[in-house]
């Protein structure tokens, strides 16, 4: 199993329903990307968030599944009018179950 995780930070102009868009496009992948198992996101409650005001994770079958799920059309999809809202941090890492 492998895991990606991420946070971003808004840009200023980003609107609230531009938000809750991004929520539900991440969920949407759940079913469309194969290999990806679970999707987790919402928004960051932690007071020591740094400044990340959404984060998540996804697990994804095998290291395969996760390199293969960059480049999906529905991901990139998400991405081209994703990036300009944000500013993201990600972590990938093998889960060793």
């Known amino acids: ?13 980003v609107t609230e329903e531009q938000k809750q868009r991004v929520i ?6 759940q079913g469309q990307i194969p ?3 679970e999707t987790f996101v919402g928004f960051n409650t932690s007071p020591r968030g740094q400044g990340y005001e959404l984060g998540g994770v996804m697990k994804f079958s095998d290291e395969a599944a ?8 529905v991901h990139q999809k998400l991405l081209s009018w994703l990036v ?14």
């Open 1 to 13: 199993m492998f895991i990606h995780m991420f946070a971003f930070r808004w840009k200023a102009e």
């Open 24 to 29: 539900a496009e991440i969920r949407k992948l």
């Open 35 to 37: 290999g990806l198992v």
């Open 66 to 73: 996760l390199h293969a799920y960059g480049p999906h059309p």
């Open 84 to 97: 300009p809202l944000i500013e993201p941090i990600e972590v990938d890492f093998e889960s060793g179950t």
